[in-house]
């Protein structure tokens, strides 16, 4: 059985960082993407980044403009997502997903086994 455990997240003021972290169980994500997702209330869960198998290659949303960083451990079975420069609207529940299609695929449909999610609170 696979599981996906997130940590990190909380609440921090605007211009903060923060770091959150996806360890896989039971599944090894040394040859699959993985990506980032985010939902803030009453909002569709949108696409923040992904990463290639490798790791060698990411892509992110518009809206990150440079404030994220998307690495991965393959050793560790575990996917990062730093985040820095932290405004409000960035305030939502953060998943991460393992990717079942092209690692350039931003659909919520191309990725599995979700975590649990982790809330990220921005305050002004």
């Known amino acids: 059985q696979v599981q996906v455990v997130q940590s990190g997240g909380g609440l921090v003021q605007a211009g903060g960082s923060l770091s959150l972290s996806c360890v896989v169980f039971g599944r090894i994500i040394g040859g699959s993407p993985m990506g980032w997702f985010r939902q803030a209330p009453g909002k569709e869960r949108e696409f923040v980044g992904a990463?290639?198998?490798?790791?060698?290659?990411?892509a992110y949303a518009d809206f990150v403009k440079g404030r994220f960083t998307i690495s991965r451990d393959n050793d560790k079975n575990t996917v990062y997502l730093q985040m820095n420069s932290l405004q409000p609207d960035d305030t939502a529940v953060y998943y991460c997903?393992?990717?079942?299609?092209?690692?350039?695929?931003?659909?919520?449909?191309?990725?599995?086994?979700w975590g649990q999610g982790v809330q990220v609170t921005v305050s002004s």
């Open positions: 990463i290639n198998w490798a790791g060698a290659r990411t």
């Open positions: 997903a393992r990717g079942i299609s092209s690692w350039t695929s931003r659909s919520t449909s191309d990725f599995d086994n």
